[in-house]
């Protein structure tokens, strides 16, 4: 989602629920793109990447979704844990499907995990 | 190293003088960013370094910013007459280009001018 000033958008969940987290992004020449999870006080932390030659990609516990007709990019977390809370971030780059240039970011989601 | 590293992982400085941040990317990732993070926000890019080429320096917001990267390696963000508008964590992150995975980051600097 986006966000506007300091306001991030918000999810919370019960722990063990499924968790959909998402991002719309601008630039339709975008072939590259990211999940981030940061948790307070330290960088960025990979979780999963898509091409934009795919529509869905798993790994474990999430699964990544890329609608490409609407620039929209869903990461689903099954079962989630309180480990999970943190900001998540989508990212989008456009290098050949590369880890390579200028990566923009998405304003992030505040994911809170409740025992 | 095992991880991207970042010093120092805070600074505070007065108005007007200038600090130098360091970031030492992961062994043989040839490509090097730095990004900005103001409180409750998004990474906004500032510059990136890809071996030889001259680098992108599209997102530094004033001339008060530099960057350089010595040797392929180690990377220093300086910033000259620091303003408190400057104040945010400023993160490194290095990747392997021309593959996938994603982009590794620091831990982050958090930088407070007072």
């Known amino acids: 989602g986006e966000s506007v000033g300091l306001h991030l958008p918000t999810l919370s969940v019960q722990e063990g629920d499924n968790s959909i987290i998402n991002c719309a992004y601008s630039?339709?020449?975008?072939?590259?793109f990211i999940w981030y999870k940061q948790e307070s006080g330290k960088g960025p932390q990979f979780i999963i990447d898509?091409?934009?030659?795919?529509d869905k990609r798993q790994g474990q516990r999430v699964t990544v979704l890329l609608n490409k007709t609407v620039k929209h990019l869903s990461l689903q977390i099954a079962a989630t844990q309180p480990g999970d809370s943190a900001v998540y971030f989508c990212?989008?780059?456009?290098?050949?499907?590369?880890?390579?240039?200028?990566?923009?970011f998405g304003q992030g989601t505040i994911l809170t995990v409740h025992p | 190293g095992a991880g991207v590293s970042q010093s120092p992982s805070n600074k505070v400085t007065e108005k007007g003088k200038d600090v130098e941040l360091r970031c030492d990317p992961i062994?043989?990732?040839?490509?090097l960013y730095w990004y900005r993070q103001s409180l409750g926000q998004g990474l906004e890019f500032l510059i990136y370094?890809?071996?030889?080429?001259?680098?992108?320096k599209s997102g530094l917001p004033s001339d008060r910013f530099s960057a350089e990267r010595t040797g392929g390696s180690v990377s220093t963000l300086t910033i000259q007459r620091t303003q408190q508008e400057d104040s945010a964590v400023y993160l490194c992150?290095?990747?392997?280009?021309?593959?996938?995975?994603?982009?590794?980051f620091g831990s982050g600097t958090r930088l407070t001018v007072v």
């Open positions: 630039n339709s020449a975008s072939d590259y």
């Open positions: 062994s043989g990732h040839t490509a």
């Open positions: 898509i091409r934009s030659n795919m």
């Open positions: 990212a989008e780059n456009n290098a050949g499907g590369t880890s390579y240039g200028k990566l923009t």
């Open positions: 992150a290095s990747s392997l280009a021309l593959q996938g995975g994603g982009y590794t």
């Open positions: 370094f890809q071996g030889n080429s001259a680098p992108d």
